[in-house]
């Protein structure tokens, strides 16, 4: 992704030095949310350097409830807007939740 390759390469590689990153997508998938289904996810590590969701619908029309929450710092993200993303590293520091989506379905990428 060039998003990937102008932005967050050099910041990362600037920020960690010695760390160089290939700032590629490898593994790209669609979450669907569902209450009486996958309604949340119980905290984990991504097995990615970075990770990026994408919010593909929106909260308070399609779903209620969902976000992010990480634990480590007791920081929840609820609801960026429909086709908005939220960034955070993967599998080293930010050890989080999905937060269960109470209605509707909800869908990130």
């Given at each position: 992704l060039k998003f990937l390759q102008e932005y967050i390469a050099p910041v990362t590689?600037?920020?960690?030095?010695?760390?160089?990153?290939?700032?590629?997508a490898i593994l790209n998938f669609m979450v669907?949310?569902?209450?009486?289904?996958?309604?949340?996810?119980?905290?984990?590590?991504d097995s990615s350097t970075f990770t990026i969701n994408v919010a593909m619908n929106?909260?308070?029309?399609?779903?209620?409830g969902g976000g992010c929450r990480f634990l480590r710092y007791d920081c929840k993200v609820e609801s960026p807007r429909k086709g908005w993303s939220l960034m955070h590293p993967g599998r080293l520091?930010?050890?989080?939740?999905?937060?269960?989506t109470t209605a509707g379905t909800r869908y990130i990428m």
């Open positions: 590689e600037k920020l960690y030095p010695g760390y160089y990153t290939k700032a590629q669907r949310y569902r209450p009486n289904e996958q309604a949340f996810l119980r905290p984990h590590h929106r909260k308070g029309i399609d779903y209620q520091t930010h050890f989080h939740e999905g937060l269960p």
